[in-house]
């Protein structure tokens, strides 16, 4: 995605802009360049533009908002004994959630069957188009490769060193996949979603203690 359509788009599912003139004087970009953005987004389903019904004059303002038909990202935080599993909207607003029992000793091909078995299950009964899911997102409890998308040497994982798990995830739901250590990811969704201000620490203690750090400029 271009920067100029992630800016429209961030400015919009953020709730500082309501419509193009907004968004045109939060972003600094040209009326113009804004409208080929917006247009773009609504084409591809992503944000949809409604009449907001109110206005002193002249036409009503046209509202946009993130569309129903936009789509879905999938997550799972595996850990040892379990697995927590929600859907969300591209907002990150949650959709639904549920929680698998699978122990990660199992090795990957079976947490993973189960996990994605389980969350397929999670978009069906939420009435979510499965070829609709944009993205999936693992942590698991172990350092990870994410430009390989897969644990590295972890301890009381067995069969998990250096196993696929983004390029299985790719393969079953047709979707980009990211994997990242779950301390990692707990940390981003503080610095992200909690408003932390940053830098931001976080500790995980189960059977092992894991932490992840935001920087003061967002990199994990």
Known sequence: MCPHLRRVLDLVLAGEAT???E?????GLA???VG???DQLLGRDILEELESGESVRGRPPRLL???PHAGTIA???VDTLDARIAIADLGGRLIAQDTVTVRIDTGPEAVLEVVCDRLHALLERSGRDPDQVRQVVMGLPAPV???RGCPLRPNGMPGWDGYPVAERLRARFRAPAQVDND???MALGEAVHARAETPVLCLKIANGIGAGLITAEGRI
Do not use: P
């Open 65 to 67: 908002t993130l569309s």
């Open 36 to 38: 080929q953005q917006v």
């Open 19 to 21: 419509n193009r003139a």
């Open 183 to 185: 301390a990692n990811l």
């Open 145 to 147: 490769d994410r430009e």
């Open 31 to 33: 009326r113009s360049t």
């Open 23 to 27: 968004i045109a004087r939060r972003s």
């Open 75 to 77: 997550v799972a935080d």
